[in-house]
């Protein structure tokens, strides 16, 4: 049965607020890789999720192999006017590979806050539940952007506005036109914790 979140629309939006925009570029990769096998359109997520205020920070944080067939990717985030904070995949003894940012997303939320009125999170982690109900705490709206089908339902219920991009895919995903776009049922909900790939998507300009 495919997962169903309500979308929520409990905030306000005018164009004086300040916002910055975090991107937790695994988690979406991947959540758009194993729902639609697609890729993702950051730069319209991006657009979407700023509604026409002020964009003061927006930051992808994207994972490096030593192969470093990312750097298309990064070059057409930056293109975009979308900053990329950088680490390597770290590979451990017996072949377990590790690539998340929850806990930079996190810090760095927290040390921006002061110079925002609105913080975006674009990911799903039910992981950031924590930071959510402490921007919340500071007087900061808090609005989250995911798919829906890999998104922690209690992370939807703390924010104060949830955009499902699942409910308009042309706009957020960019399908492979040679195989046909059906839904995928993830293996594994917790989609930050399988960076087996690098996560490269492709961006409309």
Known sequence: MKKQIKQIKNSIKHPDQRVGVFIDVQNMYYSAKNL???????????????????????????????????????DALYNLGIETKERPLQIFYGGDKKADWDVGITVDAIRLSPSLD?????????????????LKNQG?????????????????????????LGLEKGK??????RRKLLPRVPLNKN???????????????
């Open 36 to 74: 639609y096998n697609s890729k993702v359109n950051f730069g319209n997520i991006v657009k979407e999720v700023v509604s026409g205020r002020k964009l003061i920070r927006a930051i992808a944080y994207v994972v490096r192999t030593e192969e470093k067939q990312e750097q298309p990717f990064f």
């Open 118 to 134: 609105t913080i975006i999170l674009v990911s799903g982690d039910g992981d950031y539940i924590p930071l959510v109900e402490y």
């Open 140 to 164: 900061k709206q808090v609005e989250v952007a995911a798919f829906g089908g890999t998104t922690s339902s209690k992370l939807v219920e703390v924010v104060d506005d949830f955009i499902d």
């Open 172 to 177: 957020f995903l960019i399908q492979d036109f």
């Open 191 to 205: 989609i930050s914790r399988k960076p087996d790939v690098p996560a490269i998507a492709v961006i409309n300009k």
